[in-house]
T-cell receptor, first 114, second 112 residues
Framework: ETGVTQSPTHLIKTRGQQVTLRCSSQ?????VSWYQQALGQGPQFIFQ???????GRGNFPPRFSGLQFPNYSSELNVNALELDDSALYLC?????????????FGPGTRLTVL | QKEVEQNSGPLSVPEGAIASLNCTYS??????FFWYRQYSGKSPELIMS????GDKEDGRFTAQLNKASQYVSLLIRDSQPSDSATYLC????????????FGTGTQLKVEL
């Protein structure tokens, strides 16, 4: 167990809807990164939050947005869901942003878009 | 060229053998390298990190790094059926600190 938690575990939505995924980081970690993992692929970096500010973004459209709260927990919001958004969404926490620190993943949220 | 490349496998080895997993990366300035294990339906679990050229051993696992060849490998000695999983190689995104880019993973099957 990494101490990183995510909710919900599974989610089914229809195309065009909006979804919010949640993540609580490991105690003492102030950096949260979000990844999308499609079936048979490695995780792809969506964005990172450090001390409540976005700190880097991958190649994802603006309909993917996020927040980080003062307790360092985080949300990932996806608007106007598309079928290709079906994936495992992973949250990873680390001790700090700019270093070479290891990242620890939560159990993930499996999103299915119909 | 993809930033991180791995053979997708599956790589099949008999129980007790050494499994060798390989990864190449494109960014010459990468400073840190990670191996994650992912069981089917689960999230990635960090098993090794390596930052310097050479070998790093942790139990049955050895990570090997060759920055000149842009190559990192993971050896698993005395492979067990419980080692059957997908192994993901990850390196930081260019200029990205600890924002990671992953390979597609190598599926390892340890057969009885």
């Amino acid at each position: 167990e990494t101490g990183v938690t995510q909710s919900p575990t599974h989610l089914i939505k229809t195309r065009g809807q909006q979804v919010t995924l949640r993540c609580s980081s490991q105690s003492g970690h102030n950096t949260v990164s979000w990844y999308q993992q499609a079936l048979g692929q490695g995780p792809q970096f969506i964005f990172q939050y450090y001390r409540e500010e976005e700190n880097g973004r991958g190649n994802f459209p603006p309909r993917f947005s996020g927040l980080q709260f003062p307790n360092y927990s985080s949300e990932l919001n996806v608007n106007a869901l598309e079928l290709d958004d079906s994936a495992l969404y992973l949250c990873a926490s680390s001790l700090r942003s700019g270093g070479l620190d290891e990242q620890f993943f939560g159990p993930g949220t499996r999103l299915t878009v119909l | 060229q993809k930033e991180v490349e791995q053979n997708s496998g599956p790589l099949s080895v008999p129980e007790g053998a050494i499994a060798s997993l390989n990864c190449t990366y494109s960014d010459r300035v990468s400073q840190s390298f990670f191996w994650y294990r992912q069981y089917s339906g689960k999230s990635p679990e960090l098993i090794m990190s390596i930052y310097s050229n050479g070998d790093k051993e942790d139990g049955r696992f050895t990570a090997q790094l060759n920055k000149a060849s842009q190559y990192v490998s993971l050896l698993i000695r005395d492979s067990q059926p419980s080692d059957s999983a997908t192994y993901l190689c990850a390196v930081p995104l260019t200029g990205g600190g600890n924002k990671l880019t992953f390979g597609t993973g190598t599926q390892l099957k340890v057969e009885l």
